[in-house]
């Protein structure tokens, strides 16, 4: 009974963070017609589920569908299977697009280049579906990172805005999630029993996020608060960029 309670209160307090952002940020307007990128991570598949949920409620009045980017040079592994029939269950039309990438100077980490091209592949995909929005998994912890690393390597304060309209496509870029700690998302993974993928990543302990949330962890021991105020602080670049 105390799990079964537990269990509840997590999904509670997730969707009142899900909610939140929607209403904060200006996430969802109708008629939008949304594109899930869905990784087959805990994070996508936790958005897939919110906002195919959220779809269900008249007001605002959207659609959503939802696309897997296969990245056939990097041996990685995602139960496709499962993914569309998690994205069925949803009532979410699952589209599976391929694209690959190659860096003959080694100039760039094949992080940075996989995650371009999963994009670019994303970008094309919700065009050609008639798409106006992107919904991407980024969480509290991802924004913390990315303005950990600016801040970093490239001496700006600045991260993955809630909301973002891109200059070259007629689409936006959304992130629900971005409220919600990803010690939480992994317990709603754990709850709901999302299939994690065949085979991981080679390149993601290596990264530099990877050394920027080991940095957040150590932050958070110094100070229990330091998601609270250095996320507060991050919302002022959110202002900021949006009156440019």
């Known amino acids: 009974m105390a799990a079964h309670s537990e269990k509840q209160q997590l999904e509670h307090r997730l969707q009142k963070l899900f909610e939140q952002a929607l209403k904060r940020y200006s996430l969802i307007e109708d008629g939008d017609r949304i594109l899930v990128g869905l990784s087959g991570g805990k994070d996508s598949m ?10 269900r409620i008249f007001r605002p009045r959207f659609s959503v569908v939802a696309a897997y980017v296969r990245m056939t040079n990097i041996p990685y592994q995602n139960d496709e299977a499962f993914l569309s029939d998690f ?32 994009r670019k592949m994303l970008f094309s995909t919700a065009q050609q579906l008639g798409c106006n929005k992107i919904a991407l998994g980024h969480h509290r912890d991802d924004l913390m990172q990315t303005a950990l690393m600016n801040l970093t390597y490239e001496g700006r ?50 990264s530099r996020r990877a050394d920027m949330k080991r940095m957040v ?13 250095f996320f507060t602080a991050l919302e002022r670049t959110f202002t900021a960029e949006s009156q440019k």
């Not at 958005?47 to 949920?53: A, C, D, P, T, V």
């Not at 069925?88 to 091209?117: A, K, M, Y």
């Not at 962890?217 to 105020?229: D, H, I, Q, V, W």
Request: net charge negative.
């Open 87 to 118: 994205a069925r269950e949803h009532d979410t039309p699952l589209h599976i697009v391929e694209t690959s990438f190659s860096d003959t100077d080694g100039s760039r980490s094949p992080c940075f280049l996989c995650s371009w091209n999963r």
């Open 217 to 229: 962890e150590r932050f958070e021991e110094l100070n229990p608060e330091f998601a609270y105020t």
């Open 46 to 55: 936790a958005l897939l589920e919110f906002l195919s949920r959220r779809s």
């Open 157 to 206: 304060f600045s991260t993955m805005p809630p909301r973002m309209t891109m200059d070259k496509f007629p689409v936006e870029i959304i992130r629900p999630l971005c409220l919600m700690r990803e010690s939480d998302l992994q317990l709603f993974a754990q709850q709901r029993n999302f299939v994690r993928p065949k085979r991981q990543c080679p390149y993601e302990n290596d």
